[in-house]
């Protein structure tokens, strides 16, 4: 290739260099040092998340984070929830990081340890549907991926649909529908632990849509925070919610210490008669506030925690 190609090429692709290179720097410097760690582990450990979520979450968080440099510096720290500081764990415990992300392994541990959990049906991981509890054929379930994240695929089936699910279907399980008498549609907590056992916040996540059966953001569901862990609801639905509100704290601190901050999924189900809260699941690399979060002092006090957790973890 003669030198006048090569001086062709140089003036096309130099400016784009260039153009890279400045946005890494203004990237960079819209970053924190906590921030650039977290960054660093998610990039490095991508390719050992097992989450299944739907495209739209995914291109939702790539269009964001490629506009933190053309935005203040809380930018980033809003669009990426508090969700970015716990990626330390797929870099330093991957094999507990892929085991916190999948649904059975929540319900063992949820009856090991006495909380209450949806009934499991049956599940489909590859080949073989298993089934754990037997099921009525004209009872309304709910089925979701194993691994799902943000209401993902989450369905009604009737037990007598279950069967022919299954053929065309895997990475799947069928649970217990809940029904929260109380609210009368889809409705559910958000509480975030910390790894010294601590409740850092609770949120209150509900959908008006009444044919909606997740009330996660992704599904329409309507995040407001409840200040000081106070909600505003009713004697009894405090009075549950407190009671599995110590377990799933003592569950944390016990167990998981390792674990920045743990986001357990918790429901009400009622009928007439009695009233319990149930918890769906945990999550780790979890949403702790909403990307539209105007009291940002909530992001501060947060941070506060990680870096303290950091020190201490020689993260």
């Not at 764990?89 to 541990?109: F, S, T, V």
């Not at 209450?116 to 089925?143: A, G, S």
């Not at 110590?246 to 743990?262: F, G, M, P, R």
Request: aromatic share 16%; charged share 20%.
């Amino acid at each position: 290739m003669n030198s006048k190609i090569w001086k062709k090429l140089y003036l096309i692709i130099y400016p784009f260099i260039f153009i890279i290179i400045i946005y890494i720097l203004l990237f960079l410097s819209k970053l924190d040092d906590l921030d650039r760690k977290s960054m660093y582990y998610l990039i490095k450990n991508t390719h050992t998340f097992n989450i299944v979520a739907s495209n739209k979450t995914y291109l939702t968080f790539c269009y964001q984070t490629l506009l933190v440099p053309f935005n203040e510096k809380i930018y980033f720290e809003k669009c990426s929830e508090g969700a970015i500081y716990t990626s330390y764990l797929y870099e330093l415990y991957p094999k507990l990081g892929a085991q916190l992300n999948d649904k059975l392994y929540w319900a063992n541990i949820f009856k090991k340890f006495n909380i209450n959990h949806p009934n499991i049906i049956c599940y489909k991981k590859i080949n073989n549907l298993n089934y754990v509890n037997d099921f009525d054929d004209d009872k309304t379930y709910i089925t979701k991926p194993i691994n799902g994240a943000g209401g993902y695929k989450v369905k009604v089936i009737k037990g007598k649909d279950i069967i022919e699910f299954s053929k065309n279907n895997s990475n799947f399980l069928v649970q217990d529908k809940l029904f929260d008498c109380f609210y009368g549609k889809a409705r559910h907590f958000r509480l975030n632990t910390l790894y010294n056992g601590d409740i850092f916040s609770l949120w209150m996540l509900k959908n008006v849509d009444s044919d909606e059966i997740a009330s996660n953001q992704a599904n329409g569901g309507i995040m407001t925070y409840c200040n000081n862990y106070d909600c505003r609801l009713s004697y009894i639905e405090q009075t549950n919610l407190d009671k599995i509100k110590v377990k799933l704290q003592n569950l944390h601190k016990n167990i998981y210490a390792n674990i920045l901050s743990i986001g357990w999924d918790i429901v009400i189900h009622c009928d007439v008669a009695n009233s319990s809260c149930y918890c769906l699941e945990g999550n780790v690399c979890a949403l702790v506030w909403p990307p539209d979060i105007e009291d940002t002092s909530i992001i501060q006090r947060y941070k506060k925690v990680v870096r303290k957790f950091y020190i201490e973890n020689n993260i």
